[in-house]
């Protein structure tokens, strides 16, 4: 069993940034599939960005891109989200998500093994 906890969200104004963290509780990160996906009250949830174990290739929402950027740290077992130029309607509860192995295509199709809690972002003025 693997513990994700995310972290950073909060309260932003538009054009502004937040950088999400997911600590995990597994040593073996390189191993998973890991990214970020949100949900906004009403809405589907969606998939905002991916990178894969091994090789580390990114996905991004084509909403995201050039605005957003995933990274991992294996040292620190921890799934990072940078968020920049955040805009209102990106106000939704942010999830972190790995599967075993996996690709950024299996995520994307909502295929996970473990899913964090999430953590708040609201962009308003």
């Known amino acids: 069993q693997v513990q994700l906890v995310e972290s950073g969200g909060g309260l932003v104004q538009p054009g502004g940034s937040l950088r999400l963290s997911c600590a995990a509780s597994s040593s073996s990160l390189h191993y998973y599939a890991t990214g970020w996906f949100r949900q906004a009250p009403g809405e589907e949830r969606e998939g905002v960005a991916f990178?894969?174990?091994?090789?580390?290739?990114?996905y991004y929402a084509d909403s995201v891109k050039g605005r957003f950027t995933i990274s991992r740290d294996d040292g620190k077992n921890t799934i990072y989200l940078q968020m920049d130029s955040l805009k209102p309607e990106e106000t939704a509860v942010y999830h972190c998500a790995i599967k075993w192995k996996g690709t950024k295509e299996s995520l994307l199709r909502g295929e996970y093994d473990y899913w964090g809690q999430g953590t708040q972002v609201t962009v308003s003025s």
């Open positions: 990178i894969a174990g091994s090789d580390r290739g990114t």
